[in-house]
């Protein structure tokens, strides 16, 4: 049954007024109509302080999945901990109202410890505790309400800036004066959360369902509240996270283990075993999770769970389970990991078997990572016991979702770089920070002899590439190569957090400490490892199903422009060397040669099965 409360059928505009000064046990006196099922209406803040907790207990719905969850909400605090359970797949989250923590399906645990993670954390903390009923005057902005309508009811909608915090927007319904929606803008998501089945409960009124939206993604969680408990007193211990797993260990009783990697096209690629077969190629990627392929999973023959509510069910992504992850003598049991039917091009390797999947934030919040370039060598070792001694020069971590952020500038101007290894291109500045920094104007022109940019090259899609000076924590690079990328509206491009993403730039010229229990990476620089030349054909190639290459860009004045060469164009050979079999080190040793190398490539225009020869001689574009 419902019940409503008529606190805020006033005019919203005055209702906050009040509610900047109200007590904060009681808003307003309880109505005397009844609401649904006869019951009294009561003000939405009475009795929400009085309780030191309250525990929430229902099933969880997503995508394809349903399951149970237990939420415990500090009332005073805007303390939090829930945790779900879906078809076996568990996971937590939680924040002690300064800081959050996520436990994800595989049971590792990571604090979000970024500067805009612990303000969207002070956020979720004051709402939680219902600062939008009964706050503090100098404890949050309000925005004067705007009046809106929807499906035929209308709100008051407001934005909230709490202290320390991050925007809110609150959507009133004008008839109950309850929250029906908030909307916040996380690192590259929007999480709009609904307010469905207000009733009473625990001596307040309690929404029974909650709908969490993620509309770039799609993703949709539903939350329904079956039991209501109110909690005489709740600690600080109870909104900690849980403990890691003890799930990995070293075999033969050694401490750490060394493995050979290879570096190709730019990526990590790390031989791994899954439940006693393989090898298998997977990319190691600090940027991402474990993910397995679709073609890897069905080799393996694993059950996938969780296909998702839209598109096909029957070929979508999803989660398996994998008994035993083997990386040399490293060993991870029961892990979960993510099933993604990647198209082609995200898994060729030209002659070489496809990748396989991706190491991520799993396997690194088990093990400290050693990557050295010079060896061709990944080491491996537990994050259990004292801390290691690294070489090289720290540079701090912190987490604002999944992916290592470490303070850096670019071009002189601060900001929070992501350290992602699987990223095989150039340094990504990114749109909505650029524009904060006044960066991107900088790259719309050439620079004058004064500026740092020589040269700013449109490499399409909005997209241009010049060189700047890079640092990382302080770890001084000059000159780098970066490519700076228009805001985009959803994927890592729509954040609104990050400055920029560095990969190759890290690992393929310094030797690599990653410890994620210490909070921190060690970069050591590699003696005689030169930055990686800018492409001197001036062609964006990318392979097909049939092996051959397709131009996607070509650079204005560039050597393969002056060739005439045209997007769409396919290739079929390479200096004699038919496309299918040149590999993606290959391919980048044909356009990173010396500037006077002449390269002949066999071309067929669009419409035309008659290849024709055309050479060029390579050139520095980017000087």
């Not at 005489?232 to 050694?254: E, S």
């Not at 290691?388 to 929070?416: H, I, K, N, S, W």
């Amino acid at each position: 049954m419902r019940a409503k409360s008529q606190c805020f059928a006033i005019n919203v505009a005055l209702a906050l007024a009040l509610i900047l000064c109200a007590p904060a046990a009681l808003l307003c006196a309880p109505a005397v109509p009844a609401g649904a099922g006869g019951l009294p209406i009561v003000a939405e803040c009475s009795g929400w302080a009085s309780a030191s907790a309250v525990m929430l207990r229902g099933t969880i719905q997503a995508d394809d999945l349903q399951g149970r969850f237990f939420e415990l909400i500090d009332a005073r605090s805007g303390r939090f901990v829930r945790r779900w359970d879906l078809a076996g797949l568990s996971e937590a989250s939680g924040s002690d109202a300064t800081s959050a923590w996520v436990q994800d399906r595989s049971g590792t645990v990571h604090r979000l410890d970024a500067d805009h993670a612990r303000r969207v954390a002070a956020t979720d903390a004051w709402f939680e505790k219902r600062g939008w009923c009964a706050t503090n005057r100098g404890s949050v902005r309000m925005t004067t309400p705007v009046r809106r309508s929807q499906a035929r009811r209308d709100f008051d909608v407001v934005q909230a800036v709490p202290r320390g915090g991050v925007p809110m927007e609150i959507w009133f319904d004008r008839a109950s004066g309850l929250p029906d929606r908030t909307i916040l803008r996380l690192n590259e998501d929007t999480r709009v959360t609904r307010f469905l089945d207000w009733r009473e409960a625990a001596g307040t009124v309690i929404p029974f369902v909650r709908r969490f939206e993620y509309p770039e993604g799609g993703d949709v969680e539903t939350l329904t509240v079956q039991t209501v408990v109110p909690q005489p007193a709740a600690g600080f211990a109870d909104f900690a996270p849980p403990p890691m797993p003890d799930d990995a260990r070293i075999a033969h009783g050694t401490q750490s283990t060394t493995v050979p990697v290879l570096i190709e096209g730019r990526k990590i690629l790390v031989p791994v075993m899954l439940n006693g077969r393989g090898p298998f190629p997977f990319v190691l990627d600090t940027g991402g999770h474990f993910i397995l392929t679709a073609a890897t999973a069905q080799r393996l023959k694993l059950p996938v769970l969780g296909r998702g509510s839209t598109g096909d069910r029957a070929h979508g992504p999803g989660f398996v389970r994998v008994h035993e992850l083997r990386i040399g003598d490293a060993i991870v049991r029961d892990n979960v990991a993510h099933m993604i039917p990647y198209p082609y091009a995200r898994v060729e390797r030209g002659p070489l078997p496809p990748k396989a999947g991706w190491l991520g934030l799993e396997l690194l919040e088990r093990f400290s990572a050693i990557i050295d370039p010079a060896k061709r060598t990944l080491t491996l070792t537990p994050l259990r016991g004292p801390p290691p001694q690294y070489a090289g020069v720290r540079v701090p971590l912190t987490f604002d979702e999944d992916a290592p952020l470490a303070p850096c500038r670019v071009d002189g101007m601060p900001g929070a770089c992501m350290i992602d290894t699987g990223n095989a291109g150039p340094t990504i500045v990114e749109g909505h920070w650029a524009h904060a920094t006044g960066l991107d104007r900088r790259f719309l022109h050439a620079a004058g002899a004064d500026g740092h940019f020589v040269h700013a090259l449109d490499a399409g899609g909005g997209v241009r590439v010049a060189r700047a000076d890079l640092d990382l924590g302080t770890v001084h690079m000059p000159r780098e190569i970066v490519a700076a990328y228009p805001q985009a509206t959803s994927g890592s491009e729509s954040t609104t957090v990050e400055a920029a993403i560095v990969s190759e730039t890290v690992h393929e010229r310094y030797a690599t400490s990653i410890d994620f229990k210490q909070g921190a990476m060690w970069l050591q620089p590699v003696r005689g490892r030169a930055a990686p030349p800018f492409n001197r054909t001036g062609l964006q190639l990318r392979r097909g199903p049939d092996g051959n290459f397709t131009v996607g860009f070509v650079y204005a004045r560039s050597p393969a422009a002056a060739a005439g060469f045209r997007t769409g164009d396919r290739i079929v050979a390479i200096d004699a060397k038919p496309s299918r079999a040149i590999t993606p080190n290959e391919l980048i040793a044909v356009g990173t040669a010396p500037v006077g190398t002449v390269r002949t490539y066999r071309v067929l225009s669009r419409g035309s099965n008659v290849p024709r020869t055309v050479r060029i001689r390579l050139a520095e574009l980017l000087p």
